[in-house]
């Protein structure tokens, strides 16, 4: 484990270094629990998700990490210029929210940092690990075995946390459904950054026939694209095709105007970005956290900042219940699933304000009339 001597019984064990999962393990560290954070990746990876709303600024407060988050040196997110639902740029300042400006960030470079936190607060940390497997004993713990650079390990623990992402890894393994509400995925590419200021610190959208795009400029020269569409929009053969994401590109009116002649440096690659939850949240003495509980649609622009709020609201539940509440993890699954509800009512709003091709296959799946019904297709 890095940084710290391995440990082979825990009160929680975490699969999944996300910002789900180490928000869960640093907010139980602050409670004085034992932590193990299990983590695939050494954080060397290409990760997006790369917008901070400015909500996110008091739970980095409160989870300790504010002065650390700064030095790394995000980018500030003045707001978000739109094309949406009209043929005219709209602009939403920052200026007025409560929680002062987003952020643009290195989302592998934020994750890792994270984990650090994590690390520092005294969670046990295991990085590039491999050949997970669990099983629950006599005495309702959880035994896990678990090989992390090159040292088999088994870890007992009284609850577990699955914040393995989309995944759901453990939950699905305990034959947890996993419910879509759309087909949706992210197209991405990074470029340099755009030479051209009519961007400036701002995140930029434009809805399209068959989906929409997002663009933002990163730390470090970069700047991100993203092209929304349904999966079975966007042709399987052209998944990582640079002609064809240009020959898409080219459909847009203001997106390609801020890129002007600019060439990606890696992608384009396509990642998973519908809108789904698990059937059950949580179980006898295990929950699930941030998007392995509950993923939303990239326009909402909240999925880091629900996964830390998630991650904090979880370590709570897991305190009560390692101290004898009984209901607290059925109590934690009411409340995601009250949270869910709220985002599902704001995304069909967010949708409905697009009408220009409402008979597009893409806004007409959106449309008011037929969610109901594509929910209950994908989830069957």
């Known amino acids: ?32 629990f034992t932590v193990a954070l299990i983590e695939r990746s050494n954080y060397l990876n290409v990760r997006v998700g790369e917008t901070l709303s400015p909500e996110v600024n008091a739970v980095l407060q409160t989870l300790g990490i504010w002065e650390q988050f700064l030095q790394d040196s995000p980018g500030a997110c003045e707001g978000i210029r739109f094309v949406w639902g009209k043929t005219n740029v709209l602009e939403r300042s920052s200026i007025l929210n409560p929680y002062a400006n987003g952020w643009h960030i290195d989302r592998a470079r934020f994750d890792a940092m994270l984990a650090r936190k994590a690390e520092e607060a005294g969670a046990h940390v295991l990085t590039s690990a491999s050949r997970i497997a669990c099983c629950e004993d006599a005495d309702d713990h959880w035994k896990v075995h678990v090989t992390a650079n ?51 610190n701002c995140t930029f959208v434009e809805a399209v026939e068959d989906g929409w795009w997002y663009l933002a400029p990163l730390p470090h020269s970069r700047t991100v694209v993203a092209y929304l569409t349904d999966a079975d929009l ?85 305190q009560q219940f390692l101290q004898g509440k009984c209901n607290a993890l059925q109590e934690y699954e009411t409340e995601i699933e009250e949270s869910f509800d709220r985002y599902l009512r704001m995304r069909d709003r967010f949708y409905g304000q697009e ?26």
Not at 10 to 20: H, Q, R, S, T
Not at 186 to 193: C, K, N, Q, W
């Open 355 to 380: 009408k220009r091709w409402w008979q597009a296959p893409f806004w007409y799946r959106r449309s008011k009339l037929t969610l109901d019904w594509c929910t209950q297709s994908l989830a069957g």
């Open 150 to 200: 090159g040292e088999r390990l088994v870890i007992d623990a009284n609850a577990l946390v699955d914040a393995s992402g989309r995944a759901s890894a453990f939950a699905r393994s305990r034959s947890v459904r996993r419910i879509l509400f759309d087909r949706l995925v992210g197209v991405i590419a990074f470029l340099p950054t755009a030479s051209t200021d009519a961007l400036g």
């Open 1 to 32: 484990m890095n940084g710290n001597s391995p440990a082979s019984k825990v009160d929680v064990a975490i699969f999944g270094g996300g910002p789900a999962g180490c928000a869960t393990a640093i907010a139980l560290r602050q409670a004085g």
């Open 234 to 318: 966007y042709p399987e053969l052209a998944g990582r095709s640079m002609q064809h994401w240009r020959r898409v590109l080219r459909r847009t009116t203001h997106t390609k105007a801020l890129l002007s002649s600019l060439v990606p440096v890696s992608g384009p690659f396509i990642v998973a970005s519908n809108s789904s939850r698990l059937s059950r949240f949580a179980g006898k003495n295990w929950l699930a956290v941030g998007d392995a509980a509950m993923a939303f649609d990239p326009l909402a622009g909240q999925g880091v900042y629900r996964a830390l709020e998630s991650g904090a609201r979880a370590a709570r539940a897991l």
